[in-house]
């Protein structure tokens, strides 16, 4: 299987995303490279792609509150049924660790899902940022916090502070 990365420029700096034809494996901020590459993986071309960077675009202009694609997360069952939930929080929400272990029908793993969350390949579209500690605040993220809070600014999940910081000088 042949997974094709390219960089997209966004507001929180360069991402890049990675597909195959069984749907989008990673998106990956500056700041965490920890996702690609791997072996096997080449620079390149592939429908999905195209759609993932207007979608994420969209996005980001505030146009798109829901994403349309076939996503291929690699990760354990659990990692995956964690991430796939996510999905569920709606745009301009916020939800903590334990609601989501809860949702989860697993209200004693709060850490095991913020393990699973840190770990999500799919920042943005699996919208862990959306997740929060229990008492409000923000809490880690594969971004940075300072991108965390622009996405949920962005969302209207907390109220702006300014214009969109330069993230990644």
């Not at 990673?26 to 979608?55: C, V």
Request: net charge positive.
């Amino acid at each position: 299987m042949t997974i094709y990365y390219r960089d997209i420029d966004s507001p929180v700096g360069t991402l890049t995303i990675a597909t195959g034809d069984a749907g989008l494996h990673a998106i990956e901020f500056p700041a965490d490279r920890w996702f690609l590459p791997r072996d096997g993986w080449q620079r390149g071309d592939h429908p999905l792609l195209d759609r993932a960077r207007a979608q994420l675009d969209d996005y980001f202009a505030g146009r798109r509150r829901v994403f349309d694609l076939p996503l291929a997360p690699q990760g354990t069952p659990f990692q995956r049924q964690v991430w796939f939930a996510l999905a569920t929080i709606a745009f301009g929400r916020t939800v903590s660790y334990a609601q989501l272990a809860a949702q989860l029908g697993r209200p004693t793993a709060t850490r095991a899902v913020g393990a699973a969350n840190g770990r999500n390949p799919l920042p943005i579209v699996l919208p862990c940022h959306r997740v929060i500690g229990a008492n409000g605040a923000l809490t880690g993220f594969s971004g940075g916090l300072p991108t965390k809070r622009f996405l949920l600014e962005l969302e209207g999940a907390l109220p702006r502070t300014g214009p969109a910081p330069d993230l990644f000088e």
